[in-house]
């Protein structure tokens, strides 16, 4: 294990928690969750499966009400079809693909990953004994790059993994750009997991498009990962799921048998609400990240030296700070975006988290899932300790 890394978001989550207890006012601009709380009819199944005690193991794959509510789910918001022996849940989305890198991928293959990439991809990959394999996507608008994905195919590609709507960009992958990286995947046999987190928060003229909709023989190749954390604020249930042909989720669950057992049975009960239940909290949700996205990207635009592009989903900006690297505060050199959120973190009082951990040097990511009067005081420190550089 001291060849793997931790994750770096989640590191600094505790070094700004802490950080917090020792009475520093530490705005958080790095936090991948809602600052929504849960939904109200949500918590309520959550407690009245305590009050039931249902609070023992469950299968491991889940209970058939939840994969039968995923099923329903996957088929009238993503058109897929799925039976209840390809549906399993998970501990989190996020054990769903590392789960599933260990049933796909081993010694000697290779898996593609289009940059900047969620944190954990990498080291799930490596855990699994397989290789990463980087390739770039649009500058313009991050968007998948075919041709790079393309030209770095080889006879040991198993895999690639997307996240859209995007950690840490916000990018939406257009139909358009899927359809031709499904044809890539049937012309060449490797699998697509496609990480779909973030589906329900997009904005703007936007639309999520799932790849194993195109054809059964794309859906064969796809693994779906999705799960409750965002759209549904239930970031601490940790409950996921993961959606694919019956012989993958077979070794999912074979993984998750002996790490895991199951997931919480609370959680599933409480899942099954979330998604039975009115999605009102949901809209009201997606319309204030709206308009917070809105005033975020505005503001950064409008500092000298910083370019941000507009972003469709998820509540992350990923703006380029090269202008301010090679810069210094005093004696303290400012030679990378490492540099730089430390600096904002150390002198401004404001949590970043660097591109160098998604692969992707010289910009940083900004969560926008915080309030707007917090967001606004944020942004003022921002601008003031870049102009404090020289």
């Not at 599933?100 to 004994?129: F, H, K, N, Q």
């Not at 790079?148 to 257009?174: D, E, F, L, Q, W």
């Not at 899942?271 to 009201?284: K, P």
């Not at 505060?329 to 990378?336: N, V």
Request: proline share 4%; aromatic share 8%; net charge neutral.
């Amino acid at each position: 294990m001291s060849k793997f890394s931790g994750s770096p978001t989640s590191a600094l989550i505790a070094k700004v928690a802490e950080l917090k207890r020792q009475g520093k006012d530490i705005i958080s601009l790095n936090v991948g969750e809602p600052d929504f709380g849960t939904p109200d009819y949500i918590k309520v199944a959550g407690m009245k499966a305590i009050a039931d005690n249902f609070t023992k193991y469950t299968a491991g794959n889940g209970i058939l009400e939840l994969r039968e509510e995923i099923i329903k789910k996957l088929k009238e918001d993503n058109h897929v079809e799925y039976s209840v022996n390809e549906v399993t849940t998970a501990v989190g989305a996020k054990q769903a693909i590392a789960s599933s890198m260990m049933v796909i991928a081993g010694p000697g293959d290779e898996v593609l990953l289009p940059i900047p990439c969620w944190v954990s991809y990498t080291e799930m990959i490596r855990l699994a004994g397989a290789t990463p394999v980087f390739v770039p996507v649009r500058p313009d608008n991050y968007e998948l790059d075919l041709d790079a994905i393309k030209a770095a195919i080889t006879s040991r590609t198993k895999a690639i993994i997307i996240c859209t709507p995007n950690n840490p960009t916000g990018a939406v992958y257009s139909e358009e750009s899927l359809r031709k990286l499904a044809d890539l995947a049937l012309a060449h046999d490797f699998f697509i997991v496609a990480d779909e987190i973030y589906e329900k928060l997009i904005y703007d003229d936007a639309k999520h498009f799932s790849v194993a909709s195109i054809s059964k023989e794309v859906r064969d190749l796809t693994i779906t990962v999705n799960g409750f954390s965002k759209a549904y604020a239930m970031t601490g249930w940790r409950i996921g799921y993961a959606a694919a042909r019956a012989d993958v989720i077979k070794g999912i669950m074979a993984v998750q048998s002996q790490t895991t057992s199951a997931t919480s049975a609370i959680s599933q009960k409480a899942a099954v609400a979330a998604l039975r239940g009115s999605q009102h909290d949901l809209t009201i949700m997606v319309e204030e990240f709206k308009r917070r996205k809105d005033y975020v990207i505005l503001r950064l635009n409008r500092i000298p030296g910083i370019t941000c592009p507009p972003v469709k989903g998820a509540f992350y900006v990923y703006p380029d700070v090269q202008a301010y690297l090679g810069k210094s505060f005093g004696e303290r050199k400012i030679a990378t975006a490492v540099d730089l959120c430390q600096y904002l973190l150390d002198e401004a009082l404001i949590s970043t988290v660097p591109g160098e951990a998604y692969n992707v040097p010289g910009k940083i990511r900004i969560s926008y899932s915080n309030s707007l009067e917090n967001l606004e005081q944020a942004l003022d420190r921002f601008e003031k300790a870049l102009a404090a550089l020289s």
